[in-house]
């Protein structure tokens, strides 16, 4: 705890060297008593050894987290960006395509300036425009690209993922849109040129593009198998998302519980307890080596790192501790790269596992079965339904989905993850036997079909309030308090721990009836940072007008851009009515004037709202009749146009909210 504590409490900005030797100085003297604490344990302070063990560890945390950061290493090439003329770079992974760009993720090997070379650090995202130039790179190219870099910055669109800090906490800050004409090769990669692991990733996908031919199975196999997710289908993912399955596509602790199954079924004669560490020893290798043909991505390594370490605590232990053994796991794994703490990937393996462990037994003993096959499978389904119990709320918090039918989708795709990772094993390892390998390739483009059927037939279920939720940080804790007094009282029957878990209830029943008259009364006017567009909503209530738009939205701009927001501001309508006229509109005590093409009588206004460029619209005009405090300009004007906006702001004294630079515009009635 005190180290989480120190991770979350990290300063961001924390380049201060003297603020480092107080922290240094700090570790060494809660270190040193805490020595003292231990080699005197019968004559020193209970309190004073408490707080120097918790005191080491929280410090302790800070300089794990200082050493993590790359801005911290006087090698990093953002220290170079003000005199670099240039910078070379290899390209780490394969291409990804988007809509208007090739993506490279790259890491910085050398900046130039004055043709003088010197060594750098440091990884960065390039988008290559995909026209006029033919684009021609792949993973392992080392090329030159010009100092064209900018930090990665968020739209400023309300509830949007927070990529900056994703990105940082990947040590990623910047980013640069060129075209393949401004990039020079240095030198192409060749096979022998990449390093073992990705050469048998490489291996492995081609194997599966030779044998597989329905686009569907080879996206589905590529990504269960090799993590690659760049040839499964949006809709595909989408539907193994709403029913809660979307750990299957996502190489991580899933696979390696259910590859370690496998294991155990295979080494069935080995019964004794006596000889049970066998198994673990026989499985370790097995899972590592999966996890190298599936290219060592960092999820998969993680989670076969803390098996790793379960299972050797399982093997040397006479009398094992699960959850013990998952917290010493997370330790050292915080430890190493203590930014983890913030990966989704991580929190939702680290918690999956500890639910289980903690519930699965009493829910699997709840209910017997003589039959061996309904043993198993109520097995299996207590397993699902233990994981699901501290999951199941962080999942609402971050993705506001609750999929009522994770039970029955979790079995299947349990059973089918087994059979995938079988078959596909047995295809990449018999690849070299056509006779063989030809018909497991068939087999597995039947399953996955049905099972893909089978997804979307379960999807069609669930029901759309389930796929709006929303948990805050305060509700998601009072969820959490709530869960644990519940299972204390069960499991303990302390009925302290009822009254704890009915008042902290009652509390989160109050706090979202507060929330639900608060979302009836409100009233908000958002302009949002959308592309060559300056969409904009009124919201009343639980309903939304569209107040301008030039075009129809994109799927792309509707998930990531509006969806967010309507969930936490709970839009339950949204009338498409695209007015193209003027309108003034009232937002709490503030006047705004949201010109598109007609004059409104002249009234005083507190904002002016601009959204698109018109020839025949005066700025000075507007000025004149409306007197504005503010303008907003939009994201329909060109760059020419913008700058003469902003002159004649200027001219004004006019403070100016641009969509496109501050983010989305937001007024809100108090």
């Known amino acids: 705890m005190p180290l989480i504590i120190g991770i979350i409490s ?23 008593v805490l020595i003292v604490s231990l080699i005197n344990s019968l004559k020193t302070n209970s309190a004073i050894s408490f707080l120097s063990i918790n005191g080491f560890f929280f410090f302790a945390a800070w300089l794990l987290c200082f050493f993590a950061e790359v801005r911290n290493d006087k090698h990093w090439f953002g220290h170079r960006i003000e005199q670099a003329d240039s910078f070379n770079v290899v390209i780490k992974q394969p291409p990804k395509e988007k809509d208007k760009t090739w993506k490279l993720e790259v890491s910085v090997t050398h900046s130039i300036n004055n043709h003088q070379t010197n060594p750098a650090t440091g990884n960065a995202f390039i988008y290559v425009y995909k026209y006029p130039a033919v684009f021609a790179f792949r993973e392992g190219d080392t090329i030159t690209v010009p100092n064209n870099w900018q930090l990665i910055e968020n739209s400023g669109n309300p509830f949007e993922f927070d990529y900056k800090a994703y990105a940082a906490r990947s040590n990623i800050h910047f980013q640069q849109f060129i075209s393949a004409k401004d990039i020079n090769i240095i030198h192409y990669a060749e096979a022998k040129n990449l390093n073992w692991i990705r050469r048998i990733h490489h291996w492995s996908k081609r194997q599966l593009e030779w044998y597989i031919k329905d686009a569907a199975t080879l996206g589905l196999l590529d990504a269960i198998l090799l993590g690659d997710k760049t040839d499964l289908k949006p809709e595909l993912k989408q539907a193994y998302a709403d029913t809660g399955i979307v ?63 379960i299972a050797i605590g399982f093997a040397i232990q006479k009398q094992p501790n699960g959850i013990n053994q998952l917290l010493a796991a997370a330790f050292i794994i915080l430890c190493a790269d203590p930014i983890l703490i913030y990966n ?65 989708a979790n079995l299947v795709a349990y059973l089918f993850m087994g059979v995938i990772l079988i078959g596909g094993m047995l295809l990449i390892g018999l690849s070299f036997v056509p006779v063989i390998a030809e018909p497991i390739a068939s087999i597995l483009t039947f399953i996955t079909t049905g099972f893909n059927r089978i997804i979307y037939l379960l999807k069609s279920l669930n029901l759309d309030v389930l796929r709006t939720l929303t948990l805050n940080l305060a509700e998601l804790c009072l969820t959490y308090i709530i869960i644990t007094a519940g299972a204390v009282f069960i499991f303990r029957k ?25 979302t009836q009364s409100q009233q908000i006017l958002v302009m949002y940072n959308i592309r060559n567009d300056s969409y904009t909503e009124l919201i009343n209530g639980n309903n939304a007008l569209i107040a301008y738009s030039k075009r129809s939205p994109s799927a792309s701009t509707q998930q990531y851009v509006l969806q967010p927001a309507h969930i936490n501001w709970h839009i339950q309508s949204v009338d498409t009515t695209l007015p193209q006229e ?12 949201l010109h598109v093409q007609k004059y409104l009588p002249p009234t005083d206004v507190d904002y002016l709202l601009l959204t698109e460029h018109n020839s025949n619209t005066s700025l000075t005009e507007l000025m004149h009749l409306y007197t504005p405090d503010t303008v907003v300009i939009g994201n329909s004007f060109s760059k020419s146009a913008k700058a003469l906006l902003y002159e004649q702001c200027a001219a004004f004294n006019l403070p100016v909210h641009d969509v496109s630079q501050n983010g989305a515009f937001i007024l809100q009635s108090n």
């Open 10 to 32: 990290y300063p961001e900005q924390f380049y201060n060297t003297t603020l480092l030797r107080v922290t240094l100085i700090a570790v060494l003297g809660f270190l040193s």
């Open 247 to 309: 750990h299957t596509i996502a190489i991580s602790g899933a696979h390696i519980g259910i590859f370690f199954l496998l294991v155990l079924l295979l080494l069935f004669w080995i019964k004794h307890k006596k000889y049970t560490w066998i198994k673990y020893l026989i499985a370790l290798p097995l899972i590592w080596g999966y996890v190298l043909i599936a290219g060592a991505p960092a999820s998969a390594v993680r989670s076969a790192t803390m098996f790793s370490i």
């Open 582 to 593: 003027s309108k003034l509109i009232t937002v709490g005590n503030k006047n705004v004037y």
């Open 494 to 518: 302390k009925k302290s721990a009822l009254h704890i878990a009915t008042s902290v209830f009652v509390v989160f029943i109050a706090w979202n009836i507060y929330e639900w008259r608060q």
């Open 344 to 408: 989704i990937g991580f929190q939702l393996s680290f918690i999956a596992v500890l639910s289980i462990f903690i519930f699965y037994r009493p829910i699997n003993r709840s209910i017997f079965f003589k039959h061996k096959i309904l043993k198993l499978l109520w097995g299996a389904m207590s397993v699902s339904l233990a994981a699901e119990i501290l999951v199941a709320p962080i999942v609402v918090y971050y993705f506001h989905l609750f999929p009522i039918q994770f039970l029955i």
